[in-house]
C-alpha cells in the first residue's frame, strides 16, 4: 500500500491494486461489553440488528484481544499501539485513573489522532476519554480537533460533560448520553464529508451504572443491560446510515470492539463472556478477548470471520498503514499491520500475546497455546486473590476456548517455548515497569 498522486493504492488481491482516496477511520469502543453479548456472538436475547448487520455486511473476529482487562491501559493501548506498560498507563496499586488521579497519558506517545492529522485527518473524539482528566491529557491535548463526552467512567463523581476543556453539565444526565454521543458523531461526519476523517467514539455504557434513553428503556428482553446494548446497536446503525447517505459507505473502515470483558459482579447488571472463562479484571480470556466487527463496503470482504489472533495493539499500524502514514519508528509498537487481514481475510502474522493485569504478565499464548502463570478472578468472585502456578496451567484454546482442561503435564515443551516468548518480550521493555508507577498514581 502506497500514496500515488493523493490516492492510497490497496492491494485487493495477488497482483492487483486499486486506487481509492484517503480512507475514513471510525472505532466504536464499548465499555464492558462480554464476547457473548452481541446477537451475531451468539446472544439469545439481545437484539443487535445493526451490528449484526455489520457482520453479515463485513468481518468477524473471533479472537480479538484488548491489551488490558480494565479501563485506562486498555483505552492508552488502542490509542499508541504499545502495551499500556511502556506509556506508564498500567500499576499494580491503582489500576485505572480517578477524578483525583493527577496523571494521564503522556505528552511523549503519538496516538492514532496525531499521526492522522499530520496526513491531513480531521479527528474527533466523542464518549469516555479516560486516559487523564487534566487539561494537558484530555483529548485535545492528545491529537484531537474536538472532544465531548466525560473524562471517565459514569460511576465516578463527579461526572462532567465536557467539551474540549469546558465543562457543560455536572452531572451528565446520563440517560442522554448515547443519543448525544450519536448526534455529536454525525454532526462530526457531516462537517467533515469532503476530507479523511478520524472518529473516536468510546461509549459510555454498558458500564455500570446503567441508563437507558425513554426510547429504549424496558424495551429488551435481557432487562436494563439489554436496553442499554440496544441502545448503543442502535447508535451504531444510525452511524451507518449516516455513511451511507453521505455516500460515504464505500470510503470509511468502521471497527466494532470493546474495552475489556463483562462487569460480572453486577450480575444481571453485568453482561456475558459467552463460552469464555470469567470477565473484566481478569486474564483468563472473558476478561481480555472482545466481540469484534469490522466493516468497509466493496473492500472489506461480506460475510467473513478470521480466526486468527488480533488486538486493539494493531489499530494504530493498521490505520496509519491504510491511510498512507508510517508506524513511529523512535519506539517499540506492539502492534502489526492487519491490514492484508482486513482486505482478504488472510490469518493475521500475530503469534504472541501478553495478558497483563498491572505491571505483571499473568499469562502468554503463543500460537493456539496459552499458559497462565498467575491467576485471579473476577471483581466479587472466589478466588479473587492471586494464585501464582508452577508448572502454569496450559490450554489449547482452538480446542478449549473455556480454559477448562489443564494439559501442562502432557506438553512442558510448550510451557518451555511460551517461556522463551517472554523472556524475550520483557528485553524489550525499557524503562523497567518500576519507573512507570507514578505516572498513573501520581
Known amino acids: 500500500m502506497k500514496i500515488v498522486n493523493g490516492l492510497l493504492l490497496i492491494n485487493l488481491m495477488s497482483g492487483v491494486a486499486v486506487a481509492v482516496e484517503q480512507p475514513n477511520f471510525i472505532v466504536l469502543f464499548a465499555d464492558d461489553l462480554g464476547y457473548g453479548d452481541l446477537g451475531c456472538f451468539g446472544h439469545p436475547t439481545i437484539r443487535t440488528r445493526n451490528l449484526d448487520r455489520k457482520a453479515s455486511e463485513g ?24 502495551l499500556p ?86 452531572p451528565a444526565v446520563q440517560e442522554t448520553l448515547t ?30 451504572p446503567l441508563f437507558a434513553s425513554d426510547r429504549f428503556r424496558g ?38 470492539t470493546s474495552d475489556n470483558g463483562p462487569w460480572l459482579l453486577r450480575r444481571v447488571e453485568g453482561g456475558s463472556s459467552g463460552l469464555l472463562r470469567e470477565g473484566k479484571g481478569t486474564t483468563w480470556e472473558g476478561g481480555m478477548r472482545e466481540p469484534t466487527v469490522a466493516w468497509w463496503p466493496g473492500t472489506v470482504p461480506g460475510g467473513t470471520v478470521n480466526r486468527s489472533m488480533a488486538s486493539t495493539l494493531d489499530l494504530l499500524p493498521t490505520l496509519l498503514a491504510l491511510a498512507g502514514a508510517e508506524s513511529p519508528s523512535d519506539r517499540e509498537i506492539d502492534g502489526e499491520n492487519i491490514s492484508e487481514a482486513l482486505l482478504r481475510n488472510v490469518d493475521t502474522k500475530r503469534e504472541t500475546y501478553f495478558y497483563y493485569r498491572g505491571t505483571q ?25 492471586a494464585q501464582k502456578h508452577d508448572p502454569p496451567l496450559l490450554f489449547h484454546l482452538d480446542h478449549d476456548p473455556s480454559e477448562q482442561y489443564d494439559v501442562a503435564e502432557k506438553h512442558p515443551e510448550i510451557i518451555a517455548k511460551i517461556r522463551e516468548a517472554v523472556e524475550a518480550h520483557k528485553a524489550t521493555l525499557d524503562p523497567l515497569p518500576t519507573q512507570l508507577e507514578s505516572r498513573i498514581n501520581g
Not at 222 to 246: A, F, N, P
Not at 361 to 385: C, D, N
Open 361 to 385: 504478565i499473568m499469562a502468554a499464548r503463543v500460537g493456539p497455546w496459552k499458559a497462565h502463570f498467575i491467576t485471579q478472578g473476577s471483581y466479587g468472585t472466589l478466588p479473587h486473590e
Open 59 to 82: 468481518m468477524r473476529f473471533t479472537q480479538f484481544y484488548s491489551a488490558a482487562p480494565v479501563c485506562t491501559p486498555s483505552r492508552a493501548a488502542l490509542m499508541t499501539g504499545r
Open 179 to 208: 443519543p448525544r454521543y450519536t448526534d455529536e458523531a454525525l454532526q462530526f461526519i457531516r462537517k467533515n464529508k469532503d476530507k479523511p476523517f478520524f472518529l473516536y467514539l468510546p461509549y459510555t455504557f454498558p458500564h455500570t
Open 85 to 170: 506498560i511502556r506509556s506508564g498507563m498500567c500499576s499494580d496499586k491503582r489500576r485505572v485513573l480517578f477524578p483525583d488521579s493527577a496523571g494521564g497519558l503522556p505528552d511523549s506517545e503519538i496516538t492514532i489522532a496525531e499521526a492522522l492529522k499530520a496526513k491531513g485527518y480531521a479527528t474527533a473524539c466523542v464518549g469516555k476519554w479516560h486516559l487523564g482528566h487534566l487539561p494537558q491529557y484530555l483529548p485535545i491535548k492528545h491529537g484531537f480537533d474536538e472532544y465531548f463526552g466525560i473524562p471517565y467512567s459514569n460511576d465516578m463523581k463527579p461526572c462532567p460533560v465536557m467539551r474540549g476543556e469546558e465543562e457543560l453539565e455536572e
Open 219 to 256: 424495551k429488551s428482553l435481557r432487562g436494563l443491560y439489554g436496553d442499554v446494548v440496544e441502545e448503543s446497536d442502535w447508535s451504531v446503525g444510525e452511524i451507518l446510515k449516516g455513511l451511507r447517505e453521505l455516500n460515504l459507505d464505500e470510503k470509511t473502515l468502521v471497527i466494532f
